[in-house]
């Protein structure tokens, strides 16, 4: 039982918006972490701070420390390119690249990190698709483009080029909200395998869907860490009125 | 905000109140009876027959809000403790109707196996007590009220104990009797008990601890 | 019903407007084409457009020299027009925001608009009084003219890509400079494509320039520092010609080879940005 992450003091700001305010949390490690709350309650922020993503905004400010590994992420000497190999991260609305093909969709975080060994990126896509529960549906045709595949395909496929680079996190912005309820379905039970060899954390709207996946779940309001438990005492029986009110339906 | 779950549990809540009212008139009705010594088997029956035809409402109507709507928190609670109750109330009916049948049964008549030194009427006035603050608990959603269910529990016990104490040095009762007041005594401590388990319910539903009302007396015998 | 049809006849009326309207803004542009085509094809011969003109006067030969120097100055103005255009495209898209890329914006969108005689006197100051009538300062104007409408073209081309693939890149570790040149260039590559082959199409018709730069010439290429031919030049010098039965069928024919390179550059991009399905 360690935690992987502990975010401490963290702040952040879009120009002059305190989106963030005086974030504590620990993330356990090889657990699914979900982060919950209504829409511009930050926990997008929350977790694109965690991966040095939000700063690339104009504008963009953080304060406090995000501890990897009991590493400050946000120390001068770290450079953020290094975290983001470290800590990977799939997008709301599936985004391959879309003049690639799956193989090379897959690949290239390994190509453009400078692996040319064709043997090794053979390998790698493999066991990558394999973890992201897509092997089977496209091995036959790895040079399709990867704009061919379905949406929930798209999405996994996603997973698996995130998977590539071997992060030890991975960060999911609302994963399945761009998709139908069987692929939803598909993509939950890659996300509760993937928290038993990694840390995962899934920012999501859908309450029911963090109550499903998640072993624990953060809750955010306007920029505040309101309750933080394992998710059965959140959703059995929650010790904040907020998060009780947010939970039930009563706001949001 | 209202929201759509809200009808449903308001539905559910009116189910139970109108159970809870019902319960309580049935277990008066054959407590009082069966000290006074009359015939009211027939509306026990119905009431009872009711009431059980009323759980099984409110079983349904819980899980169907379960289904359809995926209640978390405070309305998951509510629900399930709603269901436990429409059992518990149930039960009161069912105890009410098993008491209305001794005197038939046995073919004894109400003023013939009492004596005085048997606490009977103690234990009854306490029953009809704990019913009462057990509805009244239901439909305020008082955790005091429900401890003082587990107080008065366990007077209840005492008394009970008392009873088969009693009835145990008896050496001049017919064996008739000795069985009509073993099995009233007994339906009394079992309606006791399910008071209780109400009791234990609503404290789950209002603060989400699953506690325990009965056996907090120092001594039982 | 009375209403309907009276917005009925309205609605007629004005379709067959536009209709009319539309007629007539491709009078000109069909009539160019064909007058061309009539009066150009019967110039056009395997001679005519491998040949240099023969010594004053006389008939046969052709405009060999002329497209040749065409492709030259066209071809070297690429080399330095495209580079600068394109990199200066990708500043522009990447660093949005910075004073630097606003004031060369506005620059940039003010050099699209600038009439090509100024910029052939530019040239004409610039180059050819310092080495005399040249390829070198014809390809120097021509690519003045070039770069802006590449830097914007590039530009846009790149503010298309969608930031998720970049954000997706970027989320994989890859350094910001890579992210651009590999992953957003490759996205951007029809749009950027698309935008060098029109601006190539635009520089090879302008006469204005060249008119003060190569200065024109009779005979094939001759030499970096030396005037050469150009087609825009020697429609000009056709058509100004006192020798009008043998020169005039030469502009025309000069004009329909011109026009006929502009079409092919234009159908070629059509056919490569076309819309594929599945």
Known sequence: ?252 | ?221 | MNDYMVRKIKDRIMVSLAYLALIVALIPLVSILTETMLRGAPAINLSFLTERIPPLGQPGGGIGPAIQGTLIVVGIASMIGVPIGLFSGIYLAEFRETKLASAARFLTDVSTNMPSIVIGIFGWALIVTAIGWSVIAGAFALAIMMIPIVTRTTEEAIKLVPVTIREAALALGVPRWKTTITVVLSSAKKGIATGILLSIARIAGETAPLLLTILGSRFWFGGFTEPTAGLPLAIFNFSQSPYSTIDWPRAWGASMVLIFMILGINVVVRYFTREKYG
């Open chain 2, 1 to 221: 905000m209202s929201r759509l779950i809200d009808i449903g549990l308001e539905q559910l809540s009116r189910l139970l109140f109108k159970m809870g009212d019902l319960a309580e008139k049935t277990v008066l009705l054959s407590l009082d009876s069966y000290m006074e010594g009359l015939e009211v088997q027939e509306s026990v029956r119905i009431w009872s027959e009711t009431l059980v035809a009323l759980s099984e409402q409110v079983e349904e109507k819980a899980i169907e809000l379960i289904a359809r709507f995926q209640p978390v928190a405070s309305d998951l609670r509510t629900i399930e403790s709603y269901a436990k109750i429409a059992y518990d109330l149930s039960r009161y009916g069912r105890y009410a109707w098993d008491i209305t049948f001794i005197h038939k049964r046995l073919n004894v008549s109400s003023g013939d196996c009492m004596f005085p030194s048997l606490p009977i009427r103690e234990l009854n006035e306490k029953v009809k007590n704990i019913v009462h603050i057990s509805i009244e608990a239901v439909k305020k959603n008082d955790v005091c009220l429900a401890k003082k269910i587990g107080e008065i529990e366990n007077e209840v016990d005492a008394v009970y104990y008392e009873c088969l104490d009693k009835l145990a040095e008896q050496d001049r009762i017919t064996t008739k009797c000795l069985v009509t007041n073993l099995l009233f005594v007994r339906h009394l401590e079992r309606i006791a008990d399910h008071a209780s388990y109400i009791g234990e319910s609503i404290t789950y539903l209002v603060t989400g601890e699953r506690v325990s009302l009965r056996g907090q007396m120092s001594n039982e015998s």
């Open chain 1, 1 to 252: 039982m360690s935690y992987k992450i502990e975010i401490e003091d963290l702040n952040a700001w879009f120009v002059n918006n305190h989106v963030l305010r005086d974030i504590n949390m620990k993330i356990r490690q090889n657990a699914v972490t979900a982060i919950i709350g209504p829409s511009g309650c930050g926990k997008t922020t929350l977790i694109r701070c965690l991966n040095r993503m939000h700063e690339l905004v104009p504008g963009a400010r953080v304060s406090g420390r995000v501890l990897l590994d009991e590493e400050d992420v946000y120390s001068n000497g770290i450079d953020p390119v290094t975290v983001r190999r470290r800590i990977g991260m799939v997008f709301q609305k599936p985004n391959p690249f879309p003049m690639m093909s799956v193989y090379d969709n897959v690949a290239a975080g390994l190509k453009l990190n400078g692996m040319k060994d064709k043997h090794k990126l053979d390998e790698t896509v493999e066991k990558s698709l394999n973890l992201a529960h897509l092997w089977d549906e496209v091995k036959g045709e790895l040079n399709k483009s990867g704009a061919s595949l379905s949406g929930g395909q798209q999405q996994r496929l996603c997973i698996a080029r995130a998977l590539a680079i071997e992060p030890e996190v991975i960060l999911m912005d609302e994963p399945c909200s761009a998709l139908d309820p069987s692929a939803t379905a598909k993509i939950e039970k890659l996300i509760r395998d993937l928290g038993k060899d990694y840390t995962v954390v899934i920012v999501t709207h859908n309450m029911q869907q963090a109550a499903r996946v998640s072993d624990f779940t953060a809750f955010l309001y306007l920029g505040e860490l309101i309750e933080y438990a394992d998710t059965r005492s959140i959703f059995e029986n929650p010790q904040n009125k907020l998060t009780e009110n947010y939970i039930t339906g009563k706001f949001g």
